[in-house]
């Protein structure tokens, strides 16, 4: 897994609340093997549109997309973040996220970060009225910040899923430092529930 | 000090907490299918790991697999990608092996969230994740089941364990009978008409009261299995006897000398007395009529005796411009009454409805009639091979194919479009599945999620009726 430290990205803005994974990946484009190449089924449906954010011109290259509250909702599909991740994206910034996206984006080194409404609202306002509007999220000091450094929010992230983040630390290897407790507690079940083995 | 039922889940199968509460929790069930599971078993492999314990993994394909041509075998799958992602499973699981595996075209395949439990594979007391959200299903059985990602599957697979938090505590009580024609669905669809589709998000729930214990394993398990729709990962019930007997003599639910121990453990899955949940609401049953979706999240619901809402009388400018949206991609206008809206597809089935009670309800309502000529398509797609042998012991096959509807062979089918079963552009549906999400069915497909009953009826009559007072 990449490292995750500082990202200066500019902003793509998605003005709809519960964005769905079956929008963000449609399923057509589910039919892999591999973790790659679902970058081109990215909002796939809604890129049909020429108006699309994704579409217009003053949006090319962005990294950090914009988004409303409840994103990533329905599908448990990890192909939501794998084809944000393969279209460019590191990071999406919104009020709330749906939890099983959220826990799939932390996996793979791509940043899901929770701001207020108002905040929120306040980059969207931004990001409508500055063509070129970027955004510096440091995970070290936990800030999205403007360039300029006028604008910084702060948030908030679980210590482990940001220690992971910041080192690239693949999470299996972490987990199996906990072996001899994962056998010792298999144990312990198998005698005290057997009927479950 | 007293417990909720999540809280004694989570307890009993926690490894180890770390300081900020990230726990390492142990998974007793892991069930797998061809869409999820691919990445999964290449990362075991890229890095030289072998499963945890392969005992607990139950596999099947049930996503991509189409639900006809199955005399003709492999070859009827069309779709290249979907035959390699079949074959890929066929593979990682004679490689790395599985406790059972079921795969395309065995009579015993089916929708993974059907099987687990029609095979007593899904017990009372576990910890169950797959790599589909719909997971939360299992929770009918008193289990802490829920949704992951695929890297999610790979730490499962290597480790036995999920890293995770523990959730907050929610309880829905639903009090009292519900009527008739009245069911699950109803019940669950009125649940995230309330609460919303990110109002459950962070939140395990506990679904209680008289009306779920009124209700059989089935009718559970399409309650836990849209609490995903209404945002929480993971829904539940607590253990009572119509669990326990729909247990006995199954596969492989216990026997001999650990029944008994089995069945008085499982008797403590239950929330205590004075346990203290986060959140907790009401809903009266007898006021919960049959409901229809109109837009496109499982939250742009009302009942069959109500009208499309009309966006103008919306105050909130970010609800009112969802609302318009969904009502332009849906082809419908404010105001317009349930019953008039005419529809061109039915689909019986999906992990929400096609177990053999749905089959039944849906089957008296069509008997001896006959499917509306303006309904193109009317699809029975039975939840597994099993729910399709009894339902053929039963007669109901002959039902629904007197009727002019398919009868088809199991698996997701249309209430994902990954396999060949879909809308086309602009068709609207009847569906007794979970998402009316845009294009879920199908790009450009129209869906209206209902009971098994009430699709029935639409597709008798070609526009959606109240099945109370239709006879």
């Given at each position: 897994m990449d490292k995750f430290t500082v990202l200066n990205g500019l902003v793509a803005p998605i003005d709809r609340a519960n964005v769905d994974t079956d929008q963000i990946i449609p399923k057509q484009y589910l039919a892999s093997i591999k973790r790659t190449g679902f970058g081109e089924g990215l909002f796939a449906e809604w890129r049909k549109d020429a108006s699309f954010v994704l579409n217009q011109s003053r949006y090319k290259g962005a990294t950090i997309l914009l988004g409303r509250k409840n994103f990533g909702c329905g599908s448990s599909r990890e192909h939501a973040p794998w084809a944000l991740m393969d279209y460019g994206f590191r990071s999406v910034i919104a009020p709330s996220f749906a939890d099983i996206f959220f826990n799939n984006s932390f996996k793979n080194g791509f940043l899901p970060v929770v701001l207020s409404e108002a905040e929120v609202d306040r980059l969207f306002h931004e990001c409508n009225a500055f063509p070129g509007f970027r955004l510096v999220i440091d995970l070290e000091r936990q800030t999205v910040a403007s360039t300029d450094g006028a604008l910084t929010m702060h948030f908030d992230i679980d210590p482990f899923r940001k220690y992971c983040l910041l080192n690239g630390l693949d999470e299996i290897g972490l987990t199996l430092r906990q072996a001899d407790k994962i056998r010792a507690f298999e144990a312990r079940r198998k005698a005290q529930h057997p009927w479950y083995f | 000090m007293p417990q909720t039922l999540y809280d004694k889940l989570w307890d009993s199968h926690v490894v180890h907490v770390e300081e900020d509460g990230t726990a390492l929790l142990y998974i007793d069930r892991h069930l797998v299918h061809e869409v999820t599971s691919a990445q999964a078993y290449e990362g075991l492999r890229v890095a030289g790991r072998q499963p945890w314990r392969v005992e607990s993994v139950v596999a099947t394909a049930d996503h991509n697999t189409p639900t006809t041509h199955w005399e003709e075998g492999l070859a009827g799958v069309r779709d290249p990608f979907a035959k390699l992602q079949i074959e890929t499973l066929d593979a990682n699981i004679r490689e790395f092996g599985a406790k059972v595996y079921f795969p395309y075209l065995d009579k015993r395949q089916g929708i993974v969230h059907v099987i687990g439990p029609e095979q007593g594979a899904t017990l009372p007391g576990m910890t169950v994740v797959c790599g589909d959200s719909h997971t939360s299903t299992h929770g009918a059985f008193a289990c802490l089941a829920h949704g992951i990602g695929t890297s999610e599957v790979e730490h499962v697979l290597a480790t036995q364990c999920l890293v995770t938090k523990k959730m907050k505590n929610m309880r829905i009580n639903v009090e009292g009978p519900l009527a008739r024609g009245v069911t699950a669905?109803?019940?669950?669809?009125?649940?995230?008409?309330?609460?919303?589709?990110?109002?459950?998000?962070?939140?395990?729930?506990?679904?209680?009261?008289?009306?779920?214990?009124?209700?059989?394993?089935?009718?559970?398990?399409?309650?836990?299995?849209?609490?995903?729709?209404?945002?929480?990962?993971?829904?539940?019930?607590?253990?009572?006897?119509?669990?326990?007997?729909?247990?006995?003599?199954?596969?492989?639910?216990?026997?001999?000398?650990?029944?008994?121990?089995?069945?008085?453990?499982?008797?403590?899955?239950?929330?205590?007395?004075?346990?203290?949940?986060?959140?907790?609401?009401?809903?009266?049953?007898?006021?919960?009529?049959?409901?229809?979706?109109?837009?496109?999240?499982?939250?742009?619901?009302?009942?069959?005796?109500?009208?499309?809402?009309?966006?103008?009388?919306?105050?909130?400018?970010?609800?009112?411009?969802?609302?318009?949206?969904?009502?332009?991609?849906?082809?419908?206008?404010?105001?317009?009454?349930?019953?008039?809206?005419?529809?061109?597809?039915?689909?019986?089935?999906?992990?929400?409805?096609?177990?053999?009670?749905?089959?039944?309800?849906?089957?008296?309502?069509?008997?001896?009639?006959?499917?509306?000529?303006?309904?193109?398509?009317?699809?029975?797609?039975?939840?597994?091979?099993?729910?399709?042998?009894q339902a053929e012991r039963e007669g109901l096959d002959r039902i629904f194919r007197d009727a002019g509807f398919e009868w088809r062979e199991p698996g997701c089918s249309m209430c994902l479009g990954m396999n060949p079963d879909r809308l086309s552009a602009g068709e609207r549906c009847a569906s007794t599945s979970n998402r009316n999400f845009e294009g879920r069915q199908g790009p450009g497909g129209r869906t209206h999620l209902v009971s098994p009953a009430m699709a029935a009826a639409a597709a008798i009559e070609g526009h959606f009726v109240d099945i109370r007072r239709w006879t």
């Open positions: - | 669905k109803d019940v669950v669809l009125a649940i995230i008409g309330r609460i919303g589709t990110a109002g459950g998000t962070g939140y395990a729930i506990e679904f209680a009261g008289s009306t779920m214990r009124a209700l059989s394993m089935e009718g559970r398990m399409t309650v836990c299995n849209m609490a995903i729709e209404a945002g929480a990962r993971a829904g539940m019930v607590a253990v009572d006897e119509v669990t326990i007997e729909y247990l006995r003599g199954r596969k492989f639910a216990p026997t001999g000398a650990l029944w008994d121990p089995a069945v008085a453990y499982w008797r403590t899955l239950k929330s205590d007395a004075g346990a203290k949940f986060d959140h907790e609401m009401t809903l009266d049953a007898r006021e919960i009529k049959p409901h229809v979706t109109w837009g496109t999240s499982p939250e742009m619901v009302v009942t069959v005796e109500d009208t499309v809402p009309d966006p103008d009388k919306e105050k909130d400018a970010q609800r009112r411009e969802a609302m318009e949206r969904a009502l332009h991609y849906m082809g419908l206008q404010p105001r317009t009454p349930i019953t008039n809206i005419a529809i061109d597809k039915v689909f019986i089935g999906s992990c929400t409805n096609s177990r053999i009670e749905d089959l039944r309800v849906a089957a008296a309502v069509v008997k001896g009639r006959r499917v509306a000529r303006n309904v193109k398509l009317a699809l029975v797609v039975p939840g597994s091979g099993l729910v399709k042998e």
